[in-house]
């Protein structure tokens, strides 16, 4: 049983985007907070009136967010 909710988090122009992992679950927000408050939210909606296990979790999963990074330009002068 998974016990953590994984999200991959990208940002184009001004929206933020989280893409569920393991949740078949996608988001979106112009603040990464208002992000963080629509995770919880959607996987919440996700678990309610369902076993957990019904999805691989354990009771009460914790969520993951990784967030991917603009590329950074080595050696480039501003």
Do not use: C, W
């Not at 393991?22 to 369902?50: K, M």
Request: charged letters at 25%.
């Amino acid at each position: 049983m998974n016990r953590i909710a994984q999200f991959n988090v990208s940002r184009d122009d001004d929206m933020y985007t989280a893409e569920g992992v393991n949740v078949p679950v996608v988001t979106q927000a112009h603040t990464f907070q208002e992000l963080e408050n629509n995770i919880r939210e959607a996987v919440t909606l996700l678990l309610e009136g369902e076993e957990p296990s019904t999805f691989g979790f354990a009771d009460s999963p914790s969520i993951l967010t990784s967030f991917e990074l603009p590329t950074l330009d080595h050696g480039r002068k501003a």
